[in-house]
């Protein structure tokens, strides 16, 4: 290898351990490329001293060419002689990929020098998405502070050699999927029943049973909602106090109203675990509660109230024995569990 090419060699090997694009002059034309191997080429006769026998090969990322790109995969694919090659520079800029039809043998090549670390390269590549990911996961009890400890941690885990570095990502990868908010977690005062596509959202049950109650005076008060996570159970909940939660004396001369410790009074003004928004579950939000109750646990094998009207005269209720789903009379005392959504 003559000495321009030893320099050139020197520039490349330190751009693909760096996963740096390089830029450079090529028949006088400028190239952005991302290398991934050089070596010396088959059927080239020379003299030791002579240039022409070593060339890069990488992936045209911009600038010219000509032969047509984007028609078909892996037609950025590009060689370039050493001895064509002017003014090259490695840039700031990074890739993590390995490019369609990437061949670390390339038969082109009699001796490859030098080739990126293809297992390194996919395994950084997978460190970064997931951190991407952690920056928009919700977690159970990791705050800001930590997510920035394991991140930092992540990133150093880069500069590892390739088995420390498998190591060190496996083990903060198990410690903080571990606190992944899911269903069964405990959060946000309970214990978490319902997430939204974007697992950031949803719906916890209170892990301790609320008493047995009625669910509230006869009539027709439209707390018909039937949503999940929606604000419906707690628009129900409202109506419900409003309406159907007190005990009313008529005399001759007023009309006194008490609060009623209905199953909807119960959960709207608990302050269970220091939070102050619980109320009573839908029809839907009742049937997710009794889905996951092993994960919530403390029931009883009896009927439990929605907040869900049926007709004036009866509401919702689920026996958690079998699951099923019937009315019952509002001045019954049945068993109430409390819901929140975050």
């Known amino acids: 290898m003559t000495p321009k090419e030893q320099q050139m060699a020197d520039i490349l090997t330190s751009a693909i351990k760096g996963n740096n694009l390089i830029e450079f002059k090529y028949d006088n034309e400028y190239r952005t490329v991302e290398p991934f191997l050089f070596g010396e080429l088959y059927n080239v006769k020379q003299s030791f001293e002579q240039e022409g026998k ?3 090969r990488a992936w045209l990322v911009r600038g010219y060419s000509s032969l047509p790109v984007d028609i078909r995969p892996g037609d950025r694919w590009r060689k370039y002689e050493f001895k064509r090659i002017m003014d090259i520079t490695i840039l700031n800029e990074t890739y993590k990929i390995v ?17 990126i670390n293809v297992y390194i390269t996919k395994l950084e590549a997978n460190i970064d998405a997931y951190i991407n990911e952690i920056n928009k996961t919700n977690y159970c009890t990791f705050d800001a502070d930590k997510i920035q400890t394991i991140i930092k941690e992540l990133v150093l885990a880069k500069d590892l050699p390739l088995e420390k570095m498998q190591v060190a990502f496996d083990k903060l990868k198990k410690e903080t999927d571990a606190d992944i908010l899911k269903i069964g977690s405990e959060y946000a005062g309970g214990i978490v029943i319902y997430l939204d596509k974007t697992g950031n959202h949803g719906l916890v049950c209170s892990d301790e049973y609320f008493g047995v109650a009625i669910w509230g005076g006869d009539g027709l008060i439209g707390a018909n909602g039937n949503g999940i996570a929606d604000g419906s159970g707690m628009a129900n909940t409202k109506k419900i106090v409003e309406l159907a939660s007190w005990y009313i004396e008529k005399s001759w001369f007023n009309t006194t109203k008490t609060p009623a410790p209905t199953a909807a009074r119960i959960c709207l003004e608990s302050n269970y675990n220091n939070y102050n928004d619980w109320y009573l579950p839908t029809k839907k939000e009742l049937n997710l509660i009794y889905l996951n109750k092993d994960k919530v646990g403390s029931f009883a094998n009896y ?8 007709n004036k005269f009866y509401a919702w209720i689920q026996y958690f024995n079998n699951g099923e789903q019937n009315y019952g009379s509002k001045d019954n005392e049945y068993n109430v569990r409390a819901v929140r959504a975050f």
């Open 54 to 56: 070593y060339a890069l």
């Open 99 to 115: 490019r369609p039809l990437y061949n670390p043998n390339d038969q082109e090549f009699k001796r490859i020098n030098y080739r």
């Open 303 to 310: 009927n439990y109230w929605s907040s869900t009207e049926y």
